[in-house]
């Protein structure tokens, strides 16, 4: 059972990534699945989350309309779209799952997978 983040890099500002949290071992889609940041000196943060029924999806507000979230059931994993990136956005972006609906509580998922680096800079 594997959970693994990958996608990250070095972007310009105003640059886009995609990321992705692809599954091993178990079916994705019966899981929401979260994506959390952490950057230099700062708490961790959930950013967005999609749930397993339905699809619905959330976001924290300094990165709504600029990311968006994705199931590809067929690959077993979730995307994480981010367009328009900013310096403030550069961290280590994680992905979870968790039964359920979407929580932005970290302490409320499952399992994690290791993080991928963003690194937003001129």
């Known amino acids: 059972v594997q959970l693994q983040a990958s996608g990250g890099g070095l972007v310009q500002p105003g640059g886009s990534l995609r990321l992705s949290c692809v599954a091993s071992?178990?079916?994705?889609?019966?899981?929401?699945v979260g994506w959390f940041r952490q950057g230099p000196g700062k708490e961790r943060e959930g950013v967005a989350c999609i749930s397993s029924v339905g699809g619905t999806t959330i976001y924290v507000d300094s990165v709504k309309g600029r990311l968006t979230l994705s199931r590809n059931s067929d690959e077993n994993t979730v995307y994480l779209q981010m367009n328009s990136l900013k310096p403030e956005d550069a961290a280590v972006y994680s992905c979870?799952?968790?039964?359920?609906?979407?929580?932005?509580?970290?302490?409320?998922?499952?399992?994690w997978g290791r993080g991928t680096q963003v690194t937003v800079s001129s």
């Open positions: 979870a799952i968790m039964s359920g609906s979407c929580s932005r509580i970290s302490e409320m998922y499952d399992f």
């Open positions: 071992g178990f079916n994705l889609d019966y899981y929401a």
